[in-house]
């Protein structure tokens, strides 16, 4: 599977932002699809993850009721939307998948496509 993040950009504080991740070629249906976001000089850290099938997903605590994560698996694209915006929240997003639900490890999913970037101003 290749996947492909869209809808980066700059947002204020308090704003909001909607990423898609976009999915070409074979999806197991029991892959858990991801996102995470890597700021500069810091490690790639979990943000979202969802289910392929069903609609279950899981969030870093640090996002939990700032985030939502989704997917049309018509359209093969899952979303994550971020609102409010923090300055804290600028990182390059990515996506991928997996097969381990649940985890938040970056090294349980792959297929990274390039990243998105999101800036927050204050």
């Known amino acids: 599977v290749q996947l492909q993040a869209s809808g980066g950009g700059l947002a204020q504080a308090g704003g909001s932002l909607t990423l898609s991740c976009a999915a070409s070629?074979?999806?197991?249906?029991?892959?858990?699809m991801g996102w995470f976001r890597q700021a500069p000089g810091k490690e790639r850290e979990f943000v979202a993850g969802?289910?392929?099938?069903?609609?279950?997903?899981y969030f870093a605590d640090s996002m939990k009721g700032r985030f939502t994560i989704s997917k049309d698996n018509a359209k093969n694209t899952f979303y994550l939307q971020m609102n409010p915006l923090k300055p804290e929240d600028t990182a390059v997003y990515y996506c991928g998948n997996g097969p381990r639900w649940g985890s938040r490890q970056a090294v349980d999913f792959g297929s990274w496509g390039q990243g998105t970037q999101v800036t927050v101003s204050s």
């Open positions: 969802i289910r392929w099938s069903g609609r279950s997903a």
């Open positions: 070629g074979r999806i197991f249906s029991s892959s858990t």
